[in-house]
C-alpha cells in the first residue's frame, strides 16, 4: 500500500508525453516496417510534437554523453595531478632525508675518529669536549640569516640550503687536513675552526629544511617530518658504523675525505633536482616578523625545548663512542658499533612513529593531544633510560647498557611527531624560520654542557655521573615545559 501510496503521489503524466515515450519505446524495438503504420495514425501536429520531442530527448542524452566524457577527463587529469604532487612530495622528503644524514655523518664522524686523533695529538677530554663545541658557534650563527636570506634570496629554501651543504663539505675538508701537521696546539685550532665551518654549513640548512616541511599538508606533516629527521638519525648510525671499519682500513684522514665528497655529490644532485620541485619559482615574500615571534607566548616553549632536546642528543653523540671505549673497554670497531645500535633503531622507530601519528589524526585526535602525547613519550621515556643507566647499568653488563640507549633513542623518536611538528603547526609560512630560532638556542645550549661534561668526566673519572646524569636533568626539564605549556594552534604571526 505504501508503495501505491508514493505512487499516487507523484506527477501524472501528459498524454502526449506517455505517447512520445510509447513510440520511442516502440522505434528501439519494432521493425521500421511497422512506425510509418504508427506515425500515420497521427495527427499531424501530433506527429511534429512527437519528433520534436524525440530530437529533444536525443539533445539531452547528447549533453549527458558529453558531460560524462568531461567528467571522466576531469577525473582523469585530477588524477595524474595527485600522482605528480605524491611524486614531488617524496621527492622532496628523500632528499631532504639525505641531507640530514649528511649533517648527522659529519657530526658523528668526529666523535669516532677524535680517539686516534687524541692518540696522535695527546689531546685531554676537556680539548675534545672545546673542540666539539666549535660546531655550535658556527651552527648558531647562521640558522637566523639563513631564514631571512629564504625570505629574499632567489631560488629561497633551494639556494640555501645547497649553499649550506656545500660549506659544511669544505669544513670536513679542513678536518682531514690535519694529517699534514704535526704540532698538538696548531692541530687543535685548526680542527676548532673547520668543526665550526661545519657548523656554519649545517646552521644554514636547518631552516632551508624546516621552510621545505611547513609545506607538508596536515595529512602528511608527522610522517614527512619523521622521514626526514629519520636521516638524522640514520646519518648517526651509518657514521658510528662505518667509520671505525674505514678508520682501520684507511685511516682517520680518509674519513673526513670521503664525506666531503659525498656532500659535493649531494650539491649537485640536488641542483639538477629542484627544478621539478619548483624551487626556481619561488618568489620573494618579504621580511620575517621576528619581533612578532619574539613577543608570542607560545613560541617560548617551542626554544626551551628544543634546547633541552639538544643537550641530551649532542651530549650522547659526542660521548657515546668515549663512553664504549673509555668506560666500557671495548676495541674503536666495537665501540662504533654498540654506538650504532640505538641510532639504526632509532631511524626504524622514527618512519613508525610518523605512520601512527598520522593515522591517529585521522581517528580523530586533536593536534594538540597528539603533540604532547609523542612529546612527553620522548622526553621521560629517555631519561627514565639514562637514569638507569647511571644507578645500575655497570651491574646489567654491556648488552644491558646498550639495551638502555638503544630504547632511549626509540622513544626519542617521538618528537618527530611531537616538538619537531610544532613550527608548522605554530606557522606554516615562517615554519623554517621559527625552527631557525629554536635551533639557534638549541645550538648554544650545548655548547657549556658538553664542555661541562667533559670536565666532570676528567675529574670523576665516571661517565654515570660526567655523562647521564645531566642527560637525564635535560630531558625531565624538557619533558614538563612541553606537556605542560606547548601550544599547537595557528598562530596570528603566520598571516603577516
Known sequence: MAEFAAMEGRPRRSPLLRTVLVLLVLRSFLPQAFLPGINSGLSKPASRDVQGATRAINDVLLQEKVETVESVERSSEEADQSVEEDSKWSLLVFALFLSYALCDLDKVNLSVAVLPIQDRFSFTEAEVGFASSSFFWGYM???LPGAALIQ?????AFTVLGLGVLVQSVGTVGTAAMQYLTEPQS???LLCVSRALVGLGEGLGVPAVGASLGTLPDSRRSSG??????GSTTGVGLGLLLCPFLIDQFGWPFVFWAFAAAGLVWTAWWAMICPQLGYREVSKEGAVPWREML???NVWPVIACHAMSNIAFYSLLTWMPSFFSRGVGLNIELAGFCAFLPYLFGAIASVGVGKLADRLLEEGWEIPRLRKTFQGVAFFGPAICMILNATIGTSLGTVGQVGLLVLATVLKAGDRAGLFCTHADL????SGALLALSSTAGAIAPIPVIEYIG???????SFAVGLFAPVAVAQILGGIIYVTTANNERQKFDEL
Open 455 to 461: 670536565q666532570l668526566i676528567d675529574q670523576t673519572g
Open 141 to 143: 650563527l647562521t640558522q
Open 295 to 297: 613577543q608570542n607566548p
Open 152 to 156: 629574499s634570496m632567489p631560488g629561497g
Open 225 to 230: 617530518t619523521s622521514l626526514v629527521y629519520a
Open 427 to 430: 606557522s606554516p609560512r615562517y
Open 187 to 189: 692541530a687543535l685550532w
